[in-house]
């Protein structure tokens, strides 16, 4: 944590998200975690989800699994800190898919842009 964090009392996975570096925000337990969709966040998701393209193109079909859902925003957790995996897959659940669809179309619309 740096200077500026610890003055206003927050972690990097409680700061605000910056939507110009393609950032979003998930609540887990009532806390803001920053997903932040790296290079290698992405290439760790798509290790495991297979292609980035072929996972928005089942999100826009309506066929995204939750567990698809939970480990794109557990690899994009910019600091996970001690949340487990099944903690974030069970945020999504208590939130419902509707709120979670928020920081979802965020994290797919950045993968179809790019930061570029």
């Known amino acids: 944590m740096n200077g500026a964090q610890t003055a206003a009392g927050?972690?990097?996975?409680?700061?605000?998200s910056n939507a110009v570096r393609g950032e979003t925000s998930l609540a887990v337990a009532g806390?803001?975690?920053l997903l932040r969709p790296t290079f290698d966040a992405l290439v760790r998701a798509e290790e495991e989800l297979g292609p980035?393209?072929?996972l928005v193109e089942r999100a826009g079909e309506g066929q995204l699994r939750l567990a698809e859902i939970a480990a794109l925003f557990w690899h994009c957790l910019a600091e996970p800190g001690e949340l487990t995996r099944e903690t974030v897959g069970q945020a999504v659940l208590d939130q419902g898919l509707a709120a979670a669809a928020k920081?979802?179309?965020?994290?797919?619309g950045e993968i179809l842009k790019g930061s570029g």
């Open 52 to 54: 980035l393209f072929a």
């Open 10 to 16: 927050g972690s990097a996975s409680q700061r605000s």
């Open 103 to 108: 920081p979802l179309r965020a994290l797919l």
């Open 31 to 33: 806390m803001p975690y």
